[in-house]
């Protein structure tokens, strides 16, 4: 739609947060967003905010200021929104940065993660610096191969004092992340995890990613990854025609192990009642 140029600056220049403005920042994010609005976002986005003066409507400007941001997938604003992931007053700010830097796509994940493993490297503990853990959230709804690599290293990691908060935040964006491939290494974690706590999110990723709901016992998810592998729409299908492809003796009687226990289940199935076929 057509959005008067003039008026957008002058609109998102204001400094008093009113309904105007909120409808201006969503009719944004329906278009898009706009060239001419990056700065005028990015100023509201970091606009000092007094604490007397912390509303509603002041929470959701600063909210649909990322969000917009995020849908435009401003390169300039994205290390405002990184460095955003942490506020000393504010949480406000770090959780909206969060959801616009989740927007950007996995095309851009590389960024955050350039920062989250500055910042492992440095020695900062994730439990007290909110970029790291933000980071993992952020990076699981972004998507894409690099996410996944971070996000299970992270899954799996053990040697930091911290290691228990970055177990957590990495089994949250695996459950964003829905990625079928990090089903097997999921319930493996499932299985060693000490922490009750990270279990139960291990779990809640697992019950993401499969749509199946059983508890974080490892031993009720065992049969799950290579069932998934060859059972779970599109990801089954390439595999099994990547397999068929490269040995041509892989015929449909000759399938995996758990395919052919899916075909056994299959064909032991009693034949639906007459009524019931239509």
């Known amino acids: 739609p057509y959005i008067d140029e003039a008026a957008l600056a002058d609109l998102l220049g204001r400094t008093k947060r009113n309904l105007a403005l909120t409808n201006a920042l969503e009719l944004l994010i329906d278009m898009g ?60 700010i770090s959780e909206a940065a969060r959801v616009g830097l989740g927007l950007y796509g996995p095309e851009h994940v590389s ?7 500055k910042l492992l490297a440095s020695g900062a503990d994730a439990s007290e610096d909110g970029i790291i853990f933000r980071s993992l959230l952020a990076i699981g709804v972004m998507g894409g191969s690099e996410a ?41 974690r499932l299985e060693k995890e000490p922490d009750h706590y990270v279990q139960k999110y291990i779990a809640r990723a697992l019950q993401s990613v499969t749509g199946v709901d059983l508890p974080p016992d490892p031993i009720r998810w065992m049969g799950w990854p290579e069932l998934a592998r060859v059972s779970l729409d599109q990801v089954s299908a390439g595999v099994v025609a990547a397999d068929q492809a490269a040995d041509p003796s892989q015929s449909q009687a000759a399938t995996t192990p758990s395919q052919q226990g899916l075909m056994h289940r299959q064909a032991a199935a009693p034949p639906a009642a007459q009524g019931d076929q239509r």
Not at 111 to 117: I, N, S, W
């Open 33 to 92: 967003g706009h060239p001419d609005a990056e700065d005028p976002l990015i100023a509201l986005f970091t606009r000092k905010i007094k604490g007397s003066e912390v509303t509603a409507s002041v929470e959701e400007v600063h909210r649909l200021s990322a969000r917009c941001l995020g849908v435009m997938r401003s390169e300039k604003a994205l290390p405002v929104l990184i460095n955003s992931l942490e506020h000393p007053e504010w949480v406000v």
């Open 111 to 117: 960024t955050v993660v350039k920062t989250y493993r």
């Open 148 to 188: 996944r690599r971070v996000l299970l290293e992270a899954l799996t990691e053990e040697s930091r004092p911290d290691a228990v908060a970055l177990r957590h935040h990495a089994a949250i964006g695996l459950a964003s992340l829905k990625d079928r491939s990090t089903v097997e290494v999921l319930v493996k």
